[in-house]
């Protein structure tokens, strides 16, 4: 039957209409029904009543006792605090009011896989008396540290710090001590001041990474932060930098005329921005989806700007176990795609071909391609968002991971309208072995890259030892040659992280390309010099501008060294790009980790960052 439905969709019998009706769901009830599905309670709900997201999700009301909420939210983080590479999925929803008092403060610790979220229109609309935090990860008594608390997501409330019954450290601020892969985004803290190290465990405390957008913070520590991104927010202060900070649209963001004492990139206006779509419940307690305009030359917070909204009612909500063919049906019949929380193995495309389709995931719902599926492809059209969703490579080596446009074909983009990745990673191993050619292909033109972490594992569960000379089988057995290729022209990424891959972690050929912080670790693993050759260079440059391109700008880029198979091997450039007076690179810098050299920043240009400057950047203000 289902072969019989897609001749039908082909030819045209099953219109492609947009039927916003009760009608319309029950004649996509209808189709998945042919094909042997069901379309789930929430097709035909009415999105007045409490959605059905599935096992893992948990919808909170203020109206329930606080200890009831910690209880749960305990139990969570005990079971994910140190599952780094487990399959658990988890997302709490906090309809509008307040949670926690000043006696007894709600006090949330998050884990690996875990949202939190407020379910109002605007942050101030759920309020969390408490603390919202990440701890370093404590691996022995005296070793804890915030380097792998990947994988968290909190957004849409505001943070009163209140910390109630807990100790002095720990008191002294509210703590989001992270790195790669987690998102705070649309959140304001009140009462207190925000700390992103956790200075409150035993040594070493390092962390590397995150990023913040669309919200007002308090007077910030950054601590051992290596890298971060702030984006379209407000600070009351910012008090150090480590490697590679750098603030774009953030009203009350440091001066950079210093740099690199201290290493701050400052740009007054982000050039092109969007904010995440969000769930929440209007004043009638309905379910819709908030898809903010995307905007150019913008700083500030984004509340209450301009957008669209979209009944949940209008969403296919996927859970776990649900075939490729059904959520495909739906699409094609133009429903918006939500995803919750879980694994999802895909062994054919997820397709998306709609104009303004938003697919929007919770929990850090995740997609593991199967038999060399590309998990998910997207057309060149038009407002396409893809948010909240982790990508992962089966142990069938895939030609790409996401695709966005098809190579060599027209693109139908638009400029004010782009399409937008959010919040999207990207797994080569970790939990599992994973193979790629390349992770994340960007063929269409116009299209917005906001905050990703590409990554290619250099540490998982796939068997293999870590150390010197143990990882030669990683090299080997979990490939990923290109981390992100972006062929389209004026594609803009903010928050751009990639990490690992075999040959170019990112190769950038269209024109007018523009990122805005760029964060690199070169591959751990080779094994020999000879395995990381580029022809007769030695190694790949963790960030390569194609030699065709006349236009392209950096600002704030980071390239890591850490050769710790073999700490002889050489990389010759950091960066390398085409030498035109319409390629600048702005704020770069690399460092050596304790392993490994890279000789030049760019081009042969700036010192080596070799044995003798472990840990010490070595910066360029500009190039050329």
Same mark, same amino acid.
């Not at 035909?44 to 939210?73: C, H, K, M, Y």
């Not at 296919?316 to 939500?338: C, F, M, R």
């Not at 990381?532 to 501008?545: L, Q």
């Given at each position: 039957m289902?072969g019989?439905?897609?001749?039908?969709?082909r030819k045209?019998?099953?219109?492609?209409?947009r039927s916003?009706t009760?009608?319309g769901?029950?004649?996509?009830?209808?189709?998945?029904?042919a094909?042997?599905a069901?379309a789930?309670?929430?097709?035909?709900?009415?999105?007045?009543?409490?959605p059905?997201?599935?096992?893992?999700?948990?919808i909170?009301?203020?109206?329930q006792p606080?200890?009831?909420?910690?209880?749960?939210?305990?139990?969570?983080?005990?079971?994910?605090?140190?599952?780094?590479m487990?399959t658990?999925?988890y997302?709490?929803l906090?309809k509008?009011?307040?949670y926690?008092?000043a006696?007894q403060p709600?006090?949330?610790?998050?884990?690996?896989?875990?949202?939190?979220?407020g379910?109002?229109?605007n942050?101030g609309d759920?309020?969390?008396?408490g603390k919202v935090?990440?701890y370093?990860?404590?691996?022995t008594?005296?070793?804890?540290?915030?380097?792998?608390?990947f994988?968290?997501?909190?957004?849409?409330?505001?943070?009163?710090?209140?910390a109630?019954?807990?100790d002095?450290?720990?008191?002294?601020?509210?703590?989001?001590?992270?790195s790669?892969a987690?998102s705070?985004?649309?959140t304001q803290?009140?009462?207190g001041?925000?700390?992103?190290?956790?200075?409150?465990?035993?040594?070493?405390?390092?962390?590397s990474?995150?990023?913040?957008a669309?919200?007002?913070?308090?007077?910030?520590?950054?601590g051992?932060?290596?890298?971060?991104?702030?984006?379209?927010?407000e600070?009351?202060?910012?008090?150090n930098?480590?490697?590679?900070?750098?603030?774009?649209g953030?009203?009350?963001?440091p001066?950079?005329?210093?740099?690199?004492?201290?290493?701050?990139?400052?740009?007054?206006k982000?050039?092109?921005?969007?904010?995440k779509?969000?769930?929440?419940?209007?004043a009638?307690g309905r379910?819709?989806?908030?898809?903010?305009?995307?905007?150019?030359?913008?700083?500030?917070v984004s509340?209450g700007?301009?957008g669209?909204?979209i009944?949940l009612?209008d969403?296919?909500?996927?859970?776990?176990?649900d075939?490729?063919?059904?959520i495909n049906?739906?699409l094609?019949l133009?429903?918006?795609?939500l995803?919750?929380?879980?694994?999802y193995?895909?062994?054919?495309s997820i397709?998306?071909w709609?104009?303004?389709?938003?697919?929007?995931g919770?929990g850090?719902?995740?997609l593991?391609?199967?038999?060399?599926a590309?998990p998910l492809n997207?057309?060149?059209?038009?407002?396409?968002?893809?948010?909240?969703?982790?990508?992962d490579a089966?142990?069938?080596?895939?030609?790409?991971?996401?695709r966005?446009?098809?190579?060599?074909?027209p693109?139908?983009?638009?400029?004010? !309208? +782009?399409?937008?990745?959010?919040?999207?990673y $990207?797994r #080569?191993?970790g939990p599992?072995?994973? %193979?790629? /050619?390349?992770a994340?292909?960007?063929?269409?033109?116009?299209?917005?890259i906001?905050?990703?972490?590409?990554?290619?594992?250099?540490?998982?569960?796939?068997g293999?030892?870590?150390?010197?000379?143990g990882?030669?089988?990683?090299w080997?057995t979990?490939?990923?040659?290109?981390?992100a290729v972006i062929?389209?022209?004026?594609v803009?990424?903010?928050?751009?992280?990639?990490?690992?891959?075999?040959?170019?972690?990112?190769?950038?050929n269209g024109?007018?390309?523009?990122?805005?912080?760029y964060?690199?670790?070169?591959?751990?693993?080779?094994?020999?010099?000879a395995?990381?050759m580029?022809?007769?260079?030695?190694?790949?440059?963790g960030?390569?501008?194609?030699?065709k391109?006349k236009?392209h700008?950096l600002?704030?880029?980071?390239v890591?060294?850490?050769?710790?198979? !073999? +700490?002889?091997?050489?990389?010759?450039?950091? $960066?390398? #790009?085409?030498?035109?007076?319409?390629? %600048?690179? /702005?704020?770069?810098?690399?460092?050596?980790?304790?392993?490994?050299?890279?000789?030049?920043?760019?081009?042969?240009?700036?010192?080596?960052?070799?044995?003798?400057?472990?840990?010490?950047?070595?910066?360029l203000?500009?190039?050329?």
């Amino acid at each position: 039957m289902t072969g019989i439905i897609a001749i039908l969709l082909r030819k045209g019998t099953l219109r492609m209409t947009r039927s916003r009706t009760t009608a319309g769901a029950v004649a996509l009830g209808l189709v998945l029904a042919a094909a042997g599905a069901s379309a789930g309670p929430a097709a035909a709900t009415p999105s007045s009543a409490t959605p059905n997201l599935g096992p893992n999700v948990t919808i909170f009301d203020p109206s329930q006792p606080v200890s009831e909420i910690q209880a749960t939210l305990d139990a969570t983080y005990a079971a994910q605090v140190n599952n780094e590479m487990g399959t658990q999925r988890y997302a709490y929803l906090f309809k509008p009011g307040t949670y926690g008092t000043a006696e007894q403060p709600l006090q949330v610790k998050v884990g690996y896989y875990t949202e939190l979220t407020g379910l109002g229109a605007n942050p101030g609309d759920v309020v969390i008396n408490g603390k919202v935090e990440v701890y370093n990860r404590c691996l022995t008594a005296d070793n804890c540290l915030a380097l792998v608390n990947f994988w968290r997501t909190v957004s849409n409330l505001t943070v009163n710090i209140n910390a109630a019954g807990q100790d002095g450290c720990r008191s002294s601020a509210n703590f989001w001590a992270v790195s790669q892969a987690t998102s705070l985004r649309r959140t304001q803290f009140t009462g207190g001041g925000l700390s992103l190290m956790d200075y409150c465990t035993a040594g070493p405390q390092f962390a590397s990474g995150g990023f913040i957008a669309d919200s007002k913070l308090p007077s910030t520590t950054n601590g051992s932060q290596q890298q971060w991104l702030t984006r379209n927010s407000e600070v009351a202060g910012w008090s150090n930098a480590v490697w590679n900070q750098v603030f774009s649209g953030v009203q009350g963001a440091p001066d950079d005329a210093t740099f690199p004492d201290p290493p701050y990139t400052t740009l007054e206006k982000t050039p092109v921005s969007r904010e995440k779509p969000y769930l929440f419940t209007d004043a009638s307690g309905r379910y819709q989806v908030r898809v903010p305009a995307a905007q150019r030359n913008t700083s500030g917070v984004s509340w209450g700007g301009p957008g669209r909204t979209i009944p949940l009612s209008d969403f296919y909500i996927a859970k776990p176990g649900d075939s490729v063919t059904k959520i495909n049906l739906a699409l094609a019949l133009g429903k918006h795609l939500l995803i919750t929380p879980g694994v999802y193995d895909i062994a054919r495309s997820i397709e998306v071909w709609r104009p303004n389709t938003v697919v929007l995931g919770l929990g850090h719902a995740t997609l593991t391609a199967v038999n060399g599926a590309v998990p998910l492809n997207v057309a060149s059209v038009p407002g396409v968002i893809v948010a909240g969703v982790t990508i992962d490579a089966g142990t069938k080596e895939s030609p790409v991971l996401l695709r966005v446009g098809a190579k060599n074909a027209p693109s139908l983009t638009s400029a004010s !309208n +782009p399409i937008t990745l959010q919040d999207v990673y $990207f797994r #080569v191993g970790g939990p599992h072995i994973g %193979k790629t /050619n390349i992770a994340l292909e960007v063929n269409s033109d116009d299209v917005l890259i906001d905050h990703t972490w590409v990554w290619r594992g250099d540490h998982g569960v796939e068997g293999f030892t870590n150390g010197v000379n143990g990882d030669t089988d990683r090299w080997k057995t979990n490939t990923g040659r290109y981390g992100a290729v972006i062929n389209g022209d004026d594609v803009t990424a903010t928050g751009l992280f990639v990490e690992h891959f075999q040959k170019y972690n990112t190769v950038w050929n269209g024109e007018r390309g523009t990122t805005v912080l760029y964060q690199n670790e070169l591959p751990y693993d080779p094994p020999t010099q000879a395995d990381w050759m580029n022809g007769s260079t030695k190694g790949y440059a963790g960030y390569k501008v194609g030699d065709k391109v006349k236009t392209h700008t950096l600002y704030g880029g980071g390239v890591y060294v850490f050769n710790q198979n !073999n +700490p002889s091997i050489e990389t010759e450039n950091g $960066f390398e #790009v085409p030498n035109r007076p319409g390629v %600048k690179l /702005n704020h770069i810098m690399t460092v050596n980790l304790s392993a490994g050299v890279v000789n030049h920043v760019v081009n042969g240009v700036g010192e080596a960052a070799d044995m003798t400057k472990i840990g010490q950047p070595v910066y360029l203000v500009s190039y050329p």
